[in-house]
């Protein structure tokens, strides 16, 4: 019975595979909107079907209108980066030698390296040539990508309807089928549900003010294309030990390069003052011990989980690690007696021999 249970597992398995991604994002964010859920369920008057698709719509709305507005606006502002990149390299070795390029240059250290023989412009515009190939690639494939989006909009959606609707009833079913005992299946829903928030709450919430405050001083600053580099910023801040600073420094170095110093000294200031502690403010705050994961643990499986399952894996990546740490701590409570015993044990001098290096 078991195997026959087994060998139908893997098969349903490679059958729902594909939407292995939506029903994990589905369970992530029903467990982080239920609240809301519960208060329309409320309004509704114990309505659940009503009330679910209300919490569906409100949650289609805020996602859709946004990233819709900012797609927009990114793709506008990154043809238009790619128009202006050339005319800005020739900018930067026409008015390099007045500004504080030409001072780094006359250094002793620079100069005794000789950096005559390379045609820096001709390879900087080759690099920009080939960033807008990348560019136009990257746009090429988002827009033949935009059907399997919606796709899988539309189906985390409607497995939302049925998680927010019967989620109670399939909470149950499965404790019952787990071997489990209830402790333990009570907290992994726990640590679930914490990791869930966490990982919404902390990163993403996070990484939308470092890009907001880094795209607003870009924009105070005269640099084109804030909102694209904004969103760039945003990314970069989801990726842990990663952030908003890969794209301030050099943005203030090209501006010191082109002779704009108190643009570039304002984008460093802010960087290192308000960027650098969003992080340390918000994160306690937004965040605290919900996690519960060491942090080098946080950045290998957000950085997996970006790599195996796309941009929404630095939320199943977490999700994931998180169920494997607590699986590992239920085995150590369960084989308590035998993992005590096995380090306790008294081995022979033969033995220990065989075991020194």
């Known amino acids: ?3 026959i249970l087994l060998l139908v597992a893997v098969v349903f398995f490679n059958v729902i595979s594909i939407f292995f991604i939506p029903i994990l994002l589905a369970a992530v964010f029903t467990s982080l909107f239920y ?4 208060r329309l369920l409320a309004l509704t008057r114990g309505r659940e079907a009503l009330s679910s698709i209300i919490c569906c719509v409100i949650l289609l709305i805020g996602l859709i209108v946004p990233i819709y507005s900012v797609a927009h606006l990114v793709s506008v502002e990154g043809v238009s980066l790619f128009r202006s990149a050339v005319p800005l390299v020739q900018e930067i070795f026409q008015k390099g030698d007045e500004g504080i390029l030409g001072a780094i240059k006359n250094y002793p250290l620079i100069r005794a390296v000789d950096f005559a023989k390379i045609d820096w412009q001709s390879s900087l515009q080759d690099i920009v040539k080939n960033l807008g190939q990348i560019l136009t690639t990257v746009i090429n494939k988002t827009s033949k990508g935009t059907f399997h989006v919606v796709t899988d909009l539309f189906v985390t959606l409607f497995t939302m309807f049925y998680f927010f609707r019967d989620g109670e009833q399939l909470t149950k079913r499965i404790k019952y089928l787990s071997p489990l005992d209830d402790v333990y299946e009570e907290g992994l829903i726990h640590r679930f549900a914490s990791v869930s928030r966490a990982t919404i709450k902390g990163t993403l919430l996070i990484g939308l003010a470092q890009g907001s405050v ?9 640099i084109e294309s804030a909102i694209l580099w ?15 600073w890969l794209v301030l420094y050099p943005a203030a170095i090209v501006q010191l390069a082109l002779g704009n110093v108190w643009q570039g000294v304002t984008i460093i200031a802010v960087s290192i003052i308000v960027i650098s502690n969003i992080d340390n403010l918000l994160r306690p705050r937004l965040v605290g011990r919900d996690a519960g994961m060491h942090d080098l643990i946080i950045f290998f499986s ?7 399952f796309g941009i929404m894996g630095f939320i199943i990546g977490p999700v994931i690690a998180v169920f494997f740490l607590t699986m590992l701590e239920i085995y150590s409570v369960e084989f308590k007696s035998t993992l005590d015993l096995a380090q306790n044990a008294d081995l022979s001098a033969e033995d220990k021999k065989s075991f020194e290096p």
């Open 1 to 3: 019975m078991l195997l």
């Open 214 to 222: 880094g795209a607003l001083v870009m924009w105070i600053c005269g």
């Open 35 to 38: 609240p809301l859920y519960e």
């Open 302 to 308: 957000t950085l997996g989980g970006i790599g195996v």
């Open 230 to 244: 904004g969103v760039v910023m945003v990314i970069l801040s989801v990726i842990p030990l990663v952030g908003a």
